[in-house]
């Protein structure tokens, strides 16, 4: 019988994780890239039920009114004098986008002009009101 021996350093096994991690992050970016973010209001809204109701499918800019008359953008309370300032800079984000009011049920028809009142001062004309179908 022979003996094997060893005469040299041994060769360290490994494996190579540069390959795994170069997919990893081409899939993170791929992922990044075709995702859609969905904007949200920030506040539960009763809509109206409307027959002919549209989806809006470039609709940047949401704001929500409440049943206690509040008026709500990007998840943050806002003061309705302040609308107009905040759907400029919204819409200098995104110039080709629209404006959706989500207005409660129980909402005040008055709150509901002077949002679209600010939003036609900053320049917006693309503007819906949101319902139910």
Excluded: Y
């Excluded at 953008?73 to 919204?90: F, G, Q, S, W």
């Amino acid at each position: 019988m022979r003996k094997l021996s060893h005469t040299g350093a041994e060769e360290e096994s490994s494996i190579d994780l540069t390959p795994l991690i170069d997919c990893v992050f081409i899939m993170l970016i791929f992922f990044i890239v075709t995702a859609s973010f969905v904007k949200e209001t920030g506040v539960e809204v009763n809509k109206p039920i409307a027959l002919t109701a549209l989806v809006r499918p470039k609709a940047s800019i949401l704001i929500a009114l409440d049943a206690s008359n509040s008026v709500w953008i990007d998840r943050h309370k806002v003061d309705v004098r302040a609308v107009r300032a905040a759907v400029e800079r919204l819409h200098s984000e995104n110039p080709q986008g629209t404006v959706v009011i989500e207005a409660d049920n129980e909402s005040k028809n008055e709150l509901l002009v002077a949002v679209m009142d600010a939003c036609r001062q900053a320049g917006i004309t693309q503007i819906a009101i949101a319902a139910k179908d």
